[in-house]
């Protein structure tokens, strides 16, 4: 059975994360729109999404881009988890992992970090 929570407190647990992120890295990131979902669509069991340019890959012709977007799948983590603790733990695991992506380390890395 999913674990019961409100929409502000699971927004509030993305922010806590995004907390997490070092302040030096926080300001390197720039053009990111951070989305809460109920679930992906096309993959109902992905727990977040990063989409767009990482930095690793824009050179001088980026420029005028649409915001990369990084999508939190609010009831696919709430699915997977057995309590509140759990869901504030994949909450941060989910959102360092996709911000991760922005900065360009690809899912090898991270599952070698312990982020995956």
């Known amino acids: ?12 647990l993305v922010g806590d994360a995004l907390d997490r992120i070092p302040s030096q890295l926080t300001r390197a990131i720039d053009n990111v729109v951070i989305l809460i979902e109920p679930r992906n669509p096309e993959e109902p069991d992905l727990l977040g999404l990063y989409h767009g340019i990482a930095l690793t890959e824009r050179d001088s012709q980026y420029g005028g881009a649409l915001p990369d977007t990084v999508t939190i799948y609010r009831d696919t983590i709430l699915a997977v988890c ?15 992992h996709e911000i991760a992506h922005y900065f360009g380390i690809d899912e090898d890395r991270l599952h070698e970090l312990g982020w995956g």
């Open 82 to 96: 057995a309590d509140d603790d759990e869901v504030v733990e994949q909450v941060a695991i989910t959102v360092i």
């Open 1 to 12: 059975m999913p674990v019961a929570m409100s929409e502000a407190r699971f927004e509030e």
